[in-house]
């Protein structure tokens, strides 16, 4: 399995409050990507690095942010948690010219 | 822009059954297409992948066959068991300067009984 790790795994928190998400990887794979999964709309990505200090949008970035100061960690933050951002959140990886992504196992986030 | 659009779930089977899923896409130019599996508790593992027209994905009995014509490319297995049971996804890739940024059918879960 890929290195990947990610932190916390489960996590409750309330609305208005800042929340981050901290993704770890020990493959040193270049690009790094966050998705939510959500019923009704399969995996859709947050945002995305394509190297340290090198980050873009995803398809569903308002209400998130990142941040990536070394290739193994890539945080997502919340800066004010909402209701809907209670969602499985997947952090991913993969190398240039590299189609596949390899996945870790999700942190559960229940925003009240 | 990029779509994926797989049969609605769940499904359910009885084992040594044939699964077909079916996904269907629209992309400019010509993209890979994968299907992925999550199972319980877990991350997303990729499971095949096509990169071009009338390739045929396979791994652990299932394939899949890249459709141009048809933009499709539906699962199959011949013979399922309790194992596979799990949710499938459907992606597709458009590899830009900035990685691989897959985007996902909205899954569906199979259930294999006894």
């Known amino acids: 399995d890929a290195g990947i790790t990610q932190s916390p795994r489960h996590k409750v928190t309330e609305t208005g409050t800042p929340v981050t998400l901290r993704c770890h990887q020990t493959?040193?794979?270049?690009?790094m990507y966050w998705y939510r999964q959500d019923p009704g709309h399969g995996l859709r990505l947050i945002h995305y690095?394509?190297?340290?200090?090198?980050?873009d949008k995803g398809e569903v970035s308002d209400g998130y942010s990142v941040s990536r100061s070394k290739t193994e960690d890539f945080l997502l933050t919340l800066e004010s948690a909402t209701s809907s951002q209670t969602s499985v959140y997947f952090c991913?990886?993969?190398?240039?010219?590299?189609?596949?992504?390899?996945f870790g196992s999700g942190t559960q986030l229940s925003v009240l | 822009g990029n779509s994926v659009t797989q049969m609605e779930g769940p499904v359910t089977l009885s084992e040594e059954a044939f699964l077909t899923i079916n996904c269907t896409y629209t992309?400019?130019?010509?993209?890979?297409l994968f299907w992925y599996v999550q199972y319980p508790g877990e991350g997303l593992q990729l499971l095949l992948k096509?990169?071009?027209?009338?390739d045929k994905g396979s791994n652990k009995g299932f394939e899949a066959t890249y459709r141009k014509e048809t933009t499709s490319f539906h699962l199959e297995k011949g013979s399922v068991q309790v194992s596979d049971s799990a949710v499938y996804f459907c992606?597709?890739?458009?590899?830009?300067?900035?990685?691989?940024?897959?985007?996902f059918g909205t899954g569906t879960q199979l259930k294999v009984e006894l």
């Open positions: 991913a990886i993969s190398e240039p010219k590299n189609e596949k992504l390899f």
């Open positions: 992606a597709l890739s458009a590899i830009t300067g900035g990685g691989n940024k897959l985007t």
């Open positions: 096509a990169t071009k027209a009338d």
């Open positions: 690095s394509y190297g340290v200090k090198d980050t």
């Open positions: 493959e040193n794979h270049r690009y």
């Open positions: 992309a400019t130019g010509y993209p890979s």
